[in-house]
């Protein structure tokens, strides 16, 4: 048999976006039925293990409150660090320009070590109705009108894999490395295998 494989992976993301569920529910663990989880805010850094498909995964949960201070708490541990998972609230509305933010300075961050980074679209949470109104001033700066054609709803007021994409100019982060955006739902679990599989193999795990 192979040697299993370590990885370490970043989490990180606003804060609310659900960072904490995701990484129980890539590490195994499952709602009950019929329940929702209720998580505790984060230390400024939590760790979760665990060994999976030949890789002996450490999930390292970051937690910040601002643009600057994901800059300030990635930093000393990129080097360390296979890969990357940017967690999006796919009901907050509120914070798009602070989301695009964020992921600009995750994405710096990462460039020096040109990690792998999984954009993962929790579409896991409750969800409040979109405001539109609001959201036309903080989407890089356009009108209301540019906010309701980039912000179309999906009949459940949550963006989705296409919007996020524009909202994160993903297109203009073509340089080469692995980058992939995911639907995911945290309550469920749907689609964090798929996200599981595809760091896998960027993380040698092949």
């Known amino acids: 048999m192979g040697q299993s494989v370590s990885a370490n992976v970043l989490v990180v993301g606003l804060d609310r976006s659900g960072k904490s569920l995701l990484t129980r529910r890539l590490s195994g663990c499952r709602a009950s039925a019929g329940k929702h989880d209720v998580v505790m805010p984060t230390a400024a850094l939590e760790r979760t293990r665990f060994q999976r498909d030949g890789v002996r995964w450490t ?100 963006l989705d894999a296409s919007v996020t994409s524009r909202l994160l100019r993903l297109d203009t982060k073509a340089d080469g490395r692995p980058l992939k955006l995911f639907e995911v739902d945290a309550l469920s679990g749907n689609g964090c295998d798929a996200l599981l599989a595809w760091l896998r193999i960027h993380v040698g795990g092949a």
């Open 59 to 158: 999930l390292l949960e970051l937690k910040s409150h601002s643009v600057a201070e994901t800059r300030t708490l990635m930093e000393p541990w990129v080097s360390a660090t296979s890969a990357v998972i940017f967690v999006v609230d796919a009901s907050d509305s509120i914070r798009l320009a602070e989301l695009a933010q964020a992921f600009t300075a995750v994405w710096e961050e990462a460039s020096a070590k040109r990690l792998p980074i999984a954009v993962a679209v929790n579409r896991g949470k409750p969800v409040a109705t979109m405001d539109f109104t609001v959201a036309g001033d903080l989407v890089h700066g356009v009108d209301h009108e540019v906010a309701l054609e980039l912000l179309p709803p999906d009949g459940r007021g949550l």
